[in-house]
């Protein structure tokens, strides 16, 4: 039996007062893979003090916490690992930097990328944008087809991310991707963040049963 798809939370752009509040209730209402701290814009010391308040939340919870762009400074904060994008540094020297750690690198809507972070030892690749999105503009849209793809031909996990809700990630679980990863679907939820996730937890099980 496959593994079932699990949510891969991504924090939001600028991250709320009482934050860290919101980030544990999220964590507690279900199943959560991953956490992502994603600042684009924040400067380093921001940055230091958002992963020395989060990262004990998350790794409280066995949720795997990762830094977005940043490879040294994951290593150095003691991170579980990092996410690059494909202009983020040397994927080949975080590799080696992040031994033992989790690397995931965003592949787009590009075969030819992933299979490059295969080989380069990725622990998963990341696809998208499979939908619209507010968080961050997309200059890629990738096909369902792509998960389906990897999922029979490669071992290594798939992410996929871009604008994905409860209400459209049912074909995205169905054609095998093993991370949903999700911000505004969590964190803009009308009812809170707790009740994000478990919705798309119940929407990630639902399409599962159906696949």
Known sequence: MEDPCRLYLVTPPVLPPGFADHLAAALDAGDVGCLQLRLKDAPRDAVQRAIEALMPIAQARDVAFLLNDDAALA??????????????????????LLKGRILGIT??????????????????????????????????????????????????????????????????????????????????????????VRAMNAAIAEAADGA
């Open 107 to 196: 592949c787009h809507d590009n075969r030819h990328l992933a299979m490059q972070a295969g080989e380069l030892g990725a622990d998963y690749v990341a696809f998208g944008a499979f939908f619209p999105t507010t968080t961050k503009e997309a200059t890629h849209r990738a096909p369902v087809e792509l998960l389906e793809w990897w999922s029979e031909v490669f071992t290594v996990p798939s992410v996929a991310i871009g604008g994905i809700t409860a209400a459209n990630c049912g074909p995205l679980v169905r054609a095998g991707a093993d991370f949903i990863a999700v911000v505004g679907a969590v964190w803009n939820h009308p009812e809170g963040p707790a009740a994000g």
């Open 75 to 96: 290593a150095e904060m003691g991170c579980d690992g990092a996410h690059l994008g494909q202009q983020d540094g040397d994927h080949a020297g975080a590799r080696r």
